[in-house]
């Protein structure tokens, strides 16, 4: 049977900001406080802790400050995954609005709740360029809230951009899938449980039910389809999108991005289709031992999944970002090549642009319009709203999940094997609080992105358009196989709002103010340092560590100084960097770029100076013949746990170096075979 082993519980962002700033007279300040409120009329509708971030959110956004934003950065504060972080984060609001608090936290000894919209600015500015860490940590977790809390819903801040909103209501059209949702406690039985649903869980459901097994596929998320995409920004991350889009490295140096809802990722992707890179397989297969990277096994089950998904270049019209993106790279003589995408019968019109809040038109060939219709059809039965939180062993072997429902319940699942697809952040989570140890949780991989950024003297537009339509790997043929992937990506206000420098309110408003205008060339990284991890928390709650490596930095800085050259030659009259302090040229001054290539080099992409973003995360139960070194065996089931099998982006013995979707599900349909073929 396998032993509980040791949790690890190190210090995450906000815990260490209120484990370093909350002293002893930070609780006083705050027992004080709530004892001389408990004595006043004092309205208790409004919480000290959304008084404080009221006045801090005055302060971020300026003219663009609107009443129900502190209201909403509580409801996204709380979908975060960590309950300490959240209950130390709000320990610390309290503690700002004392004056001892204050003056600890902030410099200044009066509660911060009363302070005006400069003095609340000053107090950011102050904490963003804080020599302390802890400082710059909690400006890191209290700006982006009230600037995602702003501009994705609509608002005097949304107002301002001229972003239209959504385009139109969702279509009338019926759901195809009927999924269960608990009502109460409940056990149910099958041969085989598979947690997820999406790239990885919905290609393996429909495989073993197409072989005759009895499936039960859990899904964290919900189930929603055509008719319930709203495209309305802020409430797409709240219903289709892993914590809300709360979720971050440890060190906040990082945004992690994931599906979370009936079909996983493949409902909110960009809908990018690579075949993993030959060079990869060989690269994997020498790592791992494992010779279905290159005996052709893998490329094989690479050609079906790519068939059943309709992976196709014919359907890559270009927007208007794209084009420009085209343009550079055709001036510069660069690489420029049309993307392969997983779709039927896409309109490549201005409103795909909303697809990474769901395809209204059906046309992105996510799993939850073919694979999970597959296996619904087969007799799977798919239960939405459900948190698995550890495997369950007798005699020494999986024999089902014990899961959480949304509504607080107990769902057992008693099954002959299990098959974890939840994600690389998610799966080694479930495996960590079910006992196993080992190489779970390592080798994590991120994919760092960020971007140069354009502005130009025409409307862009960049929220419409294709999702992702044109791709360059010029950076390959100057640094090398690891070298960043240029792609563009649409861009919706409130992850531009996040996305983009704060250095001041009246600087970030005019900086939106000019949306429709901006483009942005992005540079997708392919990180090769020693890997980050999936740690747990006492309370089985996650935490992921990772850092960029010198070695990753200097591709990401190449990645990015040649990005602006694309974005120079296609037009724009201003070129910029997402790093915090916005290092900025206007193309043409040669004295002002040598100054810009100075300030980028120097200023760097570490935490603190820059924000990153993954949108693809892998390789945290990598798959390999040696337990010393991986999580998997060669037949996908864990070295640890027999029964417990793995199929997701987690098995990547390193990251895929392109958009790894496809990858996923080749893997996924070839674990599905091999457990078909096992169970009989």
């Known amino acids: 049977m396998v032993r509980p082993k040791r949790r690890y519980t190190p210090l995450s962002s906000t815990a260490a900001v209120a484990g370093l700033l909350c002293s002893a007279v930070v609780a006083h300040a705050i027992e004080h406080h709530e004892h001389a409120r408990s004595g006043t009329n004092a309205d208790m509708t409004s919480s000290p802790q959304e008084a404080v971030l009221a006045a801090l959110a005055a302060g971020i956004l300026g003219e663009a400050y609107d009443p129900a934003v502190p209201g909403r950065m509580l409801e996204i504060l709380h979908r975060t995954p960590g309950r300490r972080d959240r209950e130390q984060l709000l320990a610390v609001l309290r503690a700002l609005d004392t004056r001892a608090g204050a003056l600890a936290l902030a410099g200044r000894p009066w509660p911060l709740s009363g302070l005006a919209p400069a003095e609340a600015e000053a107090v950011m500015r102050g904490w963003a360029g804080s020599r302390l860490v802890p400082r710059r940590r909690l400006a890191a977790a209290i700006g982006p809230l009230a600037l995602l809390a702003a501009y994705g819903w609509p608002g005097p801040a949304r107002d301002a951009t001229g972003y239209p909103g959504p385009l139109g209501p969702a279509p009338d059209v019926p759901r195809r899938l009927a999924p269960l949702r608990p009502a109460g406690d409940e056990e149910l039985a099958c041969d085989v449980v598979v947690v997820g649903s999406g790239a990885g869980g919905g290609v393996a459901a429909a495989g073993l039910a197409r072989a005759g097994l009895d499936v039960v596929v859990l899904e964290k998320g919900g189930y929603r389809a055509e008719r319930d995409f709203t495209h309305e920004e802020g409430d797409a991350y709240r219903d289709l999108y892993l914590y809300g889009t709360t979720l971050t490295t440890e060190d906040l140096g990082c945004r992690i991005l994931a599906g979370s809802t009936l079909g996983g990722g493949t409902v909110v992707n960009y809908s990018t289709s690579f075949v993993t890179p030959p060079a990869v397989l060989a690269e994997w297969a020498s790592i791992s031992g494992v010779e279905a990277f290159v005996n052709g096994e893998v490329e094989a089950a690479l050609e079906v999944v790519a068939d059943r998904v309709g992976v196709t270049e014919a359907q890559s019209r270009p927007g208007a970002r794209d084009r420009l993106l085209e343009r550079g790279l055709e001036r510069l003589g660069w690489h420029a090549g049309p993307l392969p995408r997983n779709v039927r019968g896409c309109p490549q019109d201005a409103g795909c642009g909303w697809c990474g809040f769901g395809c209204r038109t059906g046309a992105k060939q996510s799993t939850l319009i073919t694979y999970l219709e597959e296996a619904a059809a087969a007799g799977a039965r798919l239960v939405v709203g459900a948190d698995a939180r550890r495997v369950l062993v007798d005699g020494a072997r999986a024999a089902g999940v014990e899961a959480r429902t949304d509504g607080g319940h107990r769902l057992v699942v008693r099954a002959r094997a299990v098959v974890a697809a939840a994600g690389a952040i998610e799966t080694p989570a479930l495996l960590l609080r079910s006992g196993l140890g080992g190489q779970v949780?390592?080798?994590?991989?991120?994919?760092?992105?960020?971007?140069?950024?354009?502005?130009?003297?025409?409307?862009?537009?960049?929220?419409?358009?294709?999702?992702?339509?044109?791709?360059?790997?010029?950076?390959?043929?100057?640094?090398?196989?690891?070298?960043?992937?240029?792609?563009?990506?649409?861009?919706?206000?409130?992850?531009?709002?996040?996305?983009?420098?704060?250095?001041?309110?009246?600087?970030?408003?005019?900086?939106?103010?000019?949306?429709?205008?901006?483009s942005l060339v992005g540079v997708l990284c392919r990180d090769t340092g020693d890997g980050g991890r999936v740690l747990l928390d006492r309370d089985g709650s996650h935490r992921v560590r990772w850092r960029l490596s010198p070695a990753d930095?200097?591709?990401?800085?190449?990645?990015?100084?040649?990005?602006?050259?694309?974005?120079?030659?296609?037009?724009?009259?201003?070129?910029?960097?997402?790093?915090?302090?916005?290092?900025?040229?206007?193309?043409?001054?040669?004295?002002?770029?040598?100054?810009?290539?100075?300030?980028?080099?120097?200023?760097?992409?570490?935490?603190?100076?820059?924000?990153?973003?993954?949108?693809?995360?892998?390789?945290?139960?990598?798959?390999?013949?040696n337990p010393a070194t991986s999580a998997v065996d060669p037949d996908h089931q864990t070295h640890e746990l027999p029964g417990l099998y793995v199929a997701d982006a987690s098995l990547f013995p390193t990251a895929s170096g392109v958009n790894p979707m496809l990858s996923v599900m080749a893997l996924a349909h070839r674990a599905a075979s091999l457990l078909a073929a096992r169970l009989g």
Not at 450 to 463: E, I, K, L, Q
Not at 494 to 504: D, E, I, M, N, Q
């Open 441 to 518: 949780g390592h080798h994590l991989r991120l994919h760092p992105g960020t971007a140069a950024m354009g502005v130009f003297d025409v409307p862009v537009r960049w929220w419409e358009g294709t999702l992702q339509a044109r791709y360059s790997v010029r950076l390959r043929d100057l640094v090398g196989p690891d070298g960043p992937i240029f792609e563009t990506a649409p861009v919706h206000p409130g992850t531009a709002a996040v996305a983009l420098p704060w250095r001041s309110a009246a600087d970030h408003l005019d900086l939106m103010k000019r949306l429709a205008n901006l």
């Open 553 to 625: 930095e200097a591709r990401m800085h190449a990645g990015v100084v040649t990005a602006a050259q694309v974005l120079a030659a296609a037009g724009a009259s201003e070129v910029f960097t997402l790093q915090h302090r916005r290092p900025t040229y206007r193309p043409g001054d040669k004295e002002a770029l040598r100054d810009w290539l100075r300030t980028v080099r120097r200023t760097g992409f570490r935490p603190g100076r820059a924000t990153l973003f993954s949108y693809h995360q892998m390789g945290s139960c990598r798959i390999g013949s």
